[in-house]
Structure formats: structure tokens, C-alpha cells
């Protein structure tokens, strides 16, 4: 059938739900069975007087334990036996048919009314095929080998940010991004103590060796936009090797010294033994051969002598 002017849509409108509560003279928070968009969508009303909203006037409207917008939060706690009750009209809200989804289609959400279950579906908008698709949970979450639809790189999913309480879209590349590194040499000459490096690094996320021996963050260098310093200047002709982690600003380390008979560290916890670096007095150890971890410890082989340096650099994104 033909229209003149724009194609109407086709809509739905939820039934109002109707909550009633009784206050105990302490009681301020009550729990609505319907999530709302926001207090000004509710009708509030204590023995038969409607409340207005605002967090100095009368009650505000927030997030439940999980999430859903049905808080409703009186500044002063009605008096016991006070009659309390709140209709909530709920929104009119258009149906987008698949490959009329816009941009725009999914914002101003407010919160989930329930929690998301590994069979529910999740909808996302694929840019190059302008359509919608649908994806179950479970097969994001748990490595099911096959998807009913596999999205590109390019296409879209939605997903909820709790602290702006809005639905956002984000594309699929972004969820598994390519790590990439670098690394740049120096000569040393014995008197230079600073030297240019890329820029935005920390002293975390860089490796420092000068002639094979690791340096620790921060006691033997400092890093100030693009200039590395050494405490000391390297020696004449040595050997400067700078190796960028992929991810600046994502790592951390730990510093240590031994007692020549402790052979156990607490670490941080999730740790393997490939996902941390391991250094005494400037020397790297090997994984397993040099020391073990278990839960948040770490067992030296050989108990690092009275006085060593040791430090543990953890290369996992933290």
C-alpha cells in the first residue's frame, strides 16, 4: 500500500503496572515489579498525595542490585502504615522491522528488567548488509564452534554501559585486537644518561636491558614524555635494547630482595609462569627451570642470595 509522506510504524504499548507498598516509619527504598526510564514516568502517591520527584523534593528513581531502573528512593522514610502506591505507565516504543534499524535505533535505553541467561539472543547490526543479525550468548561465552551468523569485523554489537545506563554500540574488530610491539637500540658513551623514545610509554610498559642485564622501573631508569634517564650512564659502547610492550599503560611489576634462605614470594594472583618476567640482580630467570607459581606464590629454585634484587614484571594485561 502506498503512503504519502513518511511510511508509518507499527507499535506496541506495554500494560501500566500498578505496585503498592506499606511504610514502617524507616523503610525508604521500595522495589517496583517494572523497570521505568526515569522518576518523572512514575506516578508516586503516599496516603492519597502525589509526590513530586527530585532528589530534594520528594523520591528519585535509580538501579536495583542487578541493574534494572525500578528503585524508587524517598528523602524521608514514610510513616508506618502510610499507604503507598506507584503506577508506572511504561513507554510507547516502535517496532524497527530488520533492515531499517538505524543508528540511532537503540539509544536512550535505560536499564535490562532481568539479567541476561546463556540462551537469550542478542541482536547486532551488521553496517555493510544494513540488516539486523542474532547471536545467542552462548555462543559468545562459551566456544561454540559455529554461529547461525558469523559477524564480520565491521559489523556492530550493542552492549549496555552501566555507568552512563545507556545501550552502545561497539564493532566487532575492537573485541579482538591485533597486539602489536616494537623495539629501538642505544650505544651508550659513558656519560649520556638520557635517551628519545616512542612516545605515551610508562616505566612499566617498556623492558630495559644494557648489555643483557634487565633493568628495574623506576630505581635505575625514569621515563618523562619521550625521554628515557638512566640513574647511571651507561657505560661506553654498551648495548641498549628498549622493547615496547603492546599495550601501554597495562602493566605493573614488583620489587623484592632476598635473605639467602627465603625461596617463596607472594605475587599477584592469575599468574603463570609465562606471564611474568623474573629478574635477580639484572638476570632473567626461566619459567619452571628457575622457579615455579602456585595460586599467589612464587618458589624460586634456589633461594636468591642475602641482599639480591629481584623484581617481577607481570606481562598479562592487568
Known sequence: MAYIGKQPSDITRAIATYNTFTGDGSTTTFDLTQAAASANDIIVVVNNVRQEPGSSKSYTLGLDGNGASVRVTFNTAPEAADEIYVINPTQIESIARAGDVSTGAFTGQTALTTGVQGADTLIIYDDSATTVKKINLDDLIIGQTELAEIPASDDVLLVYDTSATEIKKVQKSYLNPTLTYASGTQ????????FSINSGRTVED??????????TPTVDYTIS????????APAASAEISIRYLAVPGAYSHADYTGDGSTTGITINAGRTVDDVIVIVNGLQLVPTTDYTISSTTLTFQTAPAASAEITVRYLRLS
Open 187 to 194: 650505544t651508550g658513551d659513558g656519560s649520556t644518561v638520557a
Open 206 to 215: 617498556v623492558v630495559i636491558t644494557v648489555n643483557g642485564f634487565h633493568l
Open 225 to 232: 614524555g619521550t625521554t628515557l634517564t638512566f640513574q647511571t
